[in-house]
Nanobody, 124 residues
Framework: QVQPVESGGGLVQAGGSLRLSCAASGRTFPVYRMGWFRQAPGKDREFVATISWSGGTIYYADSVKGRFTISRDNANNAVYLQMNSLKPEDTATYYC?????????????????WGQGTQVTVST
């Protein structure tokens, strides 16, 4: 069983930065895609960013392009999300997820394992 665990959330002013981390504990696939999603109160969970095992394929939601950067450290089964120029509309619970290789990784139904989430709150 694979269990992603997120950390790094918090309260930040608009224009500020946060770095989210996700470590996958337990048995892990030798190769897998990792992604970040977010869910604001009363809204559906939405795609933020995803990265392939090699780091060669990365996708971002239009709403975060140019502001967020996803990266990974395979030696430590970890993925990161650097969030800059944060806006109040970025406020949400952020989730890390793992998917088998071969999937594009922009839909929630492509992922098999999910973390518990970390709260990000951006104040005005």
């Amino acid at each position: 069983q694979v269990q992603p665990v997120e950390s790094g959330g918090g309260l930040v002013q608009a224009g500020g930065s946060l770095r989210l981390s996700c470590a996958a504990s337990g048995r892990t696939f030798p190769v897998y895609r990792m992604g970040w999603f977010r869910q604001a109160p009363g809204k559906d969970r939405e795609f933020v960013a995803t990265i392939s095992w090699s780091g060669g394929t990365i996708y971002y939601a239009d709403s975060v392009k140019g502001r967020f950067t996803i990266s990974r450290d395979n030696a430590n089964n970890a993925v990161y999300l650097q969030m800059n120029s944060l806006k109040p509309e970025d406020t949400a619970t952020y989730y890390c997820a793992l998917a088998p290789p071969g999937r594009r990784g922009t839909r929630t139904d492509e992922y098999d394992y999910w973390g518990q989430g970390t709260q990000v709150t951006v104040s005005t």
